[in-house]
């Protein structure tokens, strides 16, 4: 789970200089945020199932 975390963690930097570099315009910026939001949600669901373990 933790090498899986930590590739999740690369794809997430990859993602993020993208972004900043300005390669993208605003609409994929949108795309991109809107993903990541959908990410956060799950996670967040996730985490309440794993704190007790």
Do not use: C, F, Y
Request: glycine share 8%; no cysteine; proline share 4%.
């Amino acid at each position: 789970m933790l090498r899986q975390l930590a590739g999740i963690g690369n794809n997430l930097n990859q993602i993020a200089r993208r972004v900043n570099s300005g390669q993208w315009g605003p609409l994929e910026r949108v795309h991109v945020m809107t993903a990541l939001a959908a990410v956060e949600r799950e996670l967040a669901a996730l985490k309440p199932e794993h704190h007790d373990r």
